[in-house]
């Protein structure tokens, strides 16, 4: 059975920094893509970024480029996803989901159980 | 920005069938995919490359994909399919994935 399972719920203030986890098992983590995504409070799901962890190669939405780091530990199957500044604007809950497909238009099956990161002075 | 654009809102009585769409110059030339998001939950995949249903998901769950225009629709709705539902893409051109807007079903 496949699982994400991400850390739990952050309270930081601005400037801060934070990585948050998303744990997998039940599948080869390192033979498929896995994506962040963003909800803001109110608002729709926003797609931030992907990793390969076979090679780390890593795709950024340009609105999270340079903001955050999606980075991946092969050697226990977790990827993270890390800001070095934190700003409120920041708050919003973060999902890591699975891309599961035969191609790159491939969609997301399985998805961890959400981050809640809370920025606030 | 590569933009799908749903209707912010469809209300349907129980029973009925709602339609959600999702446009986009040309999506018919895409693989769209489809999510079921409801509060303090994690999305959930309702429909795939369009037309697929993943095990589990009622039949009442279906999909087209043609022209600019990309729906779902959901037959002989129950109360429990009240959510926010979001399409999605992959953009070749940037190899980005975008979702769409967001369209909140209310079951009336």
């Known amino acids: 059975e496949v699982q994400l399972v991400q850390s739990g719920a952050e309270v930081k203030k601005p400037g801060e920094s934070l990585k948050i986890s998303c744990q997998t098992s039940?599948?080869?983590?390192?033979?498929?893509?896995l994506a962040w995504v963003r909800q803001m409070p109110g608002k729709g799901l926003e797609w931030m970024g992907i990793i390969y962890p076979g090679d780390s190669d890593t795709t950024y939405s340009p609105s999270f480029q340079g903001h955050v780091t999606i980075s991946a530990d092969k050697s226990i199957s977790t990827a993270y996803l890390q800001w070095s500044s934190l700003k409120a604007s920041d708050t919003a809950t973060y999902y890591c989901?699975?891309?599961?497909?035969?191609?790159?238009?491939?969609?997301?099956?399985?998805w961890g159980q959400g981050t809640l990161v809370t920025v606030s002075s | 920005s590569y933009v799908l654009t749903q209707p912010p809102s469809v209300s349907v009585a129980p029973g009925k069938t709602a339609r959600i769409t999702c446009e986009r110059n040309?999506?018919?030339?895409?693989?769209v995919h489809w999510y079921q998001k409801k509060p303090g939950q994690a999305p959930v995949l309702v429909i795939y490359?369009?037309?697929d249903r993943p095990s589990g998901i009622p039949e009442r769950f279906s999909g087209s994909n043609s022209g600019n225009t990309a729906t779902l629709t959901i037959s002989r709705v129950e109360a429990g399919d009240e959510a926010d539902y979001y399409c999605?893409?992959?953009?070749?051109?940037?190899?980005?994935?975008?979702f769409g807007t967001g369209t909140k079903v209310t079951v009336l």
């Open positions: 999605q893409v992959w953009d070749g051109g940037n190899g980005l994935y975008v």
């Open positions: 490359y369009d037309s």
């Open positions: 040309n999506i018919g030339s895409k693989s």
């Open positions: 989901a699975l891309r599961i497909g035969y191609d790159s238009s491939g969609y997301y099956h399985h």
């Open positions: 039940g599948y080869s983590f390192t033979s498929y893509w």
